[in-house]
């Protein structure tokens, strides 16, 4: 297969150690260009460390305002609202407010502004390792986190293209939404990190009908996998069953922890633990599978 | 009173501390209802494990063009801010329902009355009665869907006049948390202390102030002290609600869906301070009928 290849790290459930997995298969990924995705609550940039480069501004969905000097109270826009976004006193509740221009279109006085704003900002970056790093920051409460993947995605392959680079690894978000979606789609590999919990489990299904949904090629990862061990040995079995690559369980290790603390990953801190051990053969596997696509 | 649980990061124990503590109250005599908001990945119900006594599907409006009366204008397609309608020439447009918002302004705007309405199906709503009496709902949103909101929404309007709603958030910090947590009385923020569950904790907190919601956090695993969230906490002037030991017995109890104050009573002196300090930075008790 020729051309750049993207690899999604996805999880359902959030908080299983997406971001620490990313960080440590990015230091060990030779020619690659890092893009977080998770842009409502970004961390990868933590750990990279990077050097921004360039900012790019996100614009994003418009939002109505009313005129007070210019409203005349018929009351059009209220009935045409159907997200309850305008008041009796026809002020226009911007957290509830979708954008959809209804009552900008039809107010007869054309008392009400649509202007769209800033929703955030995408950064172009060197890593600490020089490598190529993309990610974004969507602004408390905005909306749009879906297209503001999309930017952070296009930047990422653009640099990979300019730059010769084989491979984009993608830090994903949490559930199984737009900006999941966003993320996922068009992807070829989706590396899914779940833990061995009723919950974890639960998620997991969900996650990987999604991944299959969008035809990536999936693997999966249990991490701290000793919390319970019976679920763990479930998934795996799981995994084999639906013919599903199951790349390895990392045991709950207090160093990932204070490798963020440190701003660095488990790789760094404690090279020698099993948990470093099996990141490692992890790595292994993705390559042979990115290799045989 | 509504009661949001939220957290910013993922898998920091927004559903522990939701179910732990709608579980202590109802366990204390209170009239308890559990809204599961967290639609993409709900997980409250394996935990309360509620009898689901009704079911239905939660849709949204799309277009639906009639197509003998559709002069192929290309007015809705205009108007249409989400790009669910494309015009081509001399045929219909097309209608995307994915990207639909359902806010029928096409409607509005054809000349021809030409547009109509249909229902797409975008989920499940499930209501019940779960483990300490507790009134439960969820939503479940449906594999390749991009739409939370609208069902987020939808679980919403189930919420009844019990006394207290415990609403489980779903991570992150874009519009699904604006849905969940717009009309809360309080919002408890779970985190964790770690650089990353501050740095999320920090915009999930700025929403909340945006929205001018009253919040408290909850420091969850902790262990040693991690100066910056401590250090954060006091610049923002905010207010500790409650402190949840990193114990593997937790973990444990977790990973098979049970109730943390139920597996292990050792930790309802921690829920029952948890309530105490939402009602007082309430200003109302959630405890008893006293002030």
Not at chain 1, 101 to 117: E, I
Not at chain 2, 44 to 60: D, N, Y
Not at chain 2, 198 to 224: F, M, Q, T, Y
Request: aromatic content about 4%; some cysteine.
């Amino acid at each position: 297969m020729t051309g750049i290849r993207e690899v999604v790290v996805v999880s359902g459930k959030g908080g299983t150690g997406k971001t620490s997995i990313v960080a440590a298969l990015a230091s060990l990924l030779t020619d690659r260009v890092a893009a977080d995705c998770d842009v409502d609550a970004a961390n990868l940039h933590m750990i990279l460390n990077p050097v921004v480069l360039e900012e790019k501004k996100f614009i994003g969905g418009k939002k109505a305002t009313i005129d007070p000097s210019r409203c005349t109270s018929c009351g059009k826009c209220r009935e045409v609202c159907r997200f309850d976004a305008i008041s009796e006193e026809f002020v226009v509740n911007h957290h509830s407010c979708e954008g959809c221009g209804a009552c900008y279109v039809l107010c007869p006085a054309g008392a009400v502004d649509f202007p769209s704003s800033l929703a955030g900002s995408c950064y172009i970056c060197r890593d600490k390792d020089s490598g190529h790093f993309v990610y974004a920051e969507l602004l408390p409460g905005e909306e749009n986190s879906g297209k503001l993947v999309a930017m952070v995605r296009n930047e990422a392959r653009a640099i990979a293209e300019k730059n010769g680079v084989g491979l984009v690894i993608i830090d994903g978000p949490p559930g199984i939404g737009c900006p999941v979606i966003s993320s996922m789609t068009g992807t070829h590999v989706a590396v899914i990190v779940t833990e061995p919990t009723i919950s974890g489990l639960h998620d997991l299904e969900r996650i990987v009908g999604l991944a299959q949904f969008f035809n990536c090629k999936v693997g999966v990862i249990v991490n701290k996998s000793d919390v319970n061990p019976d679920y763990c040995k479930r998934i795996e079995e799981n995994c084999t069953a639906k013919g599903i690559t199951f790349l390895g369980a990392i045991p709950y290790d207090s160093m990932v922890t204070e490798a963020q603390i440190q701003a660095t990953t488990i790789l760094d801190v404690a090279p020698d633990s099993q948990a470093s051990e099996i990141i490692r053969i992890i790595h292994k596997k993705l390559s042979k599978i990115l290799e045989e696509l | 009173m509504n009661i949001a649980i939220a957290s910013g990061k993922g898998g920091t124990g927004k559903t522990t501390v939701a179910v732990s503590l709608a579980y202590y109250l109802a366990t204390s005599g209170q009239s308890v209802q559990y809204l599961d908001c967290d639609v993409e990945e709900p997980n409250g119900h394996l935990f309360l494990k509620p009898r689901i006594e009704s079911q239905r599907a939660a849709t949204v409006m799309v277009p639906k063009i009639i197509d003998e009366k559709c002069t192929f204008c290309g007015e809705c397609s205009a108007k249409c801010q989400y790009n669910a309608l494309v015009s081509l020439p001399n045929i219909p447009p097309l209608v995307f329902p994915g990207l639909c918002h359902g806010c029928g302004l096409c409607i509005h705007v054809c000349p021809e009355g030409a547009i109509g309405e249909d229902k797409r199906e975008i989920g499940l709503v499930e209501e019940g009665t779960g483990a300490g009496n507790i009134t439960f709902v969820h939503g479940i949103l449906n594999v390749g869907e991009a739409m939370a909101v609208p069902l987020i929404r939808q679980v919403k309007a189930c919420s009844f006049d019990s006394r207290i709603h415990i609403t489980d958030a779903p991570p992150g910090t874009a519009c699904p948390l604006v849905a969940t947590i717009g009309d809360a009385d309080i919002v408890v923020m779970v985190t964790e202390p770690t650089p990353f569950g501050l740095h999320d904790l920090s915009i999930a907190v700025a929403v909340a102030e945006k929205l001018e919601i009253p919040l408290g956090i909850v420091i969850n695993r902790a262990k040693d002290e991690f100066p910056p969230l401590e250090n954060y906490i006091k610049e923002h002037g905010l207010e500790v609600l409650a402190r949840i030991p990193e114990d593997r017995k937790i973990a444990e109890h977790y990973s098979r869906g049970e109730i943390i104050i139920e597996a292990l009573p050792e930790y309802i002196p921690i829920f029952h301070d948890l309530a105490k300090n939402i009602g007082r930075v309430f200003g109302k008790s959630v405890i008893g009928g006293k002030v």
